[in-house]
């Protein structure tokens, strides 16, 4: 399985930016794929997850102003982010569990890791 993130960049608060990782190796409908991030100095943070069955889930911070997607026939997901604030700069990284495990906000849930993608958001 690999994972190939893009698409971060610097943006300016109130901004908008489009992440992609691409999925290898196996099926999206059969997986939860999960964004993650990680601040400067901080614990890695659960972004969103969307199951193996469609329904996503988001973390409290970003409820409103992101939004998980995915195409299977790219076996890719997306993470649009809307109204970006200072705060959300982190490497984002995207991961994945075939496992359908539950636990879908913890990171050791997920064995496969994408490389991550620098978002910088400028007041």
């Known amino acids: 399985v690999q994972l190939q993130a893009s698409g971060g960049g610097l943006v300016q608060a109130g901004g908008s930016l489009r992440l992609s990782c691409a999925a290898s190796?196996?099926?999206?409908?059969?997986?939860?794929m999960a964004w993650f991030r990680q601040g400067p100095g901080k614990e890695r943070e659960f972004v969103t997850a969307?199951?193996?069955?469609?329904?996503?889930a988001y973390g409290d911070s970003v409820k409103g102003r992101f939004t998980a997607s995915r195409d299977s026939a790219k076996n890719t997901v997306y993470l649009q982010m809307n109204n970006l604030k200072p705060e959300d700069t982190a490497v984002y990284y995207c991961?994945?569990?075939?496992?359908?495990?539950?636990?879908?906000?913890?990171?050791?849930?997920?064995?496969?890791w994408g490389q991550g993608t620098q978002v910088t958001v400028s007041s």
């Open positions: 991961a994945a569990d075939r496992t359908r495990n539950v636990a879908i906000f913890y990171a050791r849930t997920y064995d496969y």
């Open positions: 190796g196996l099926t999206l409908r059969s997986a939860t």
């Open positions: 969307i199951r193996w069955s469609g329904s996503t």
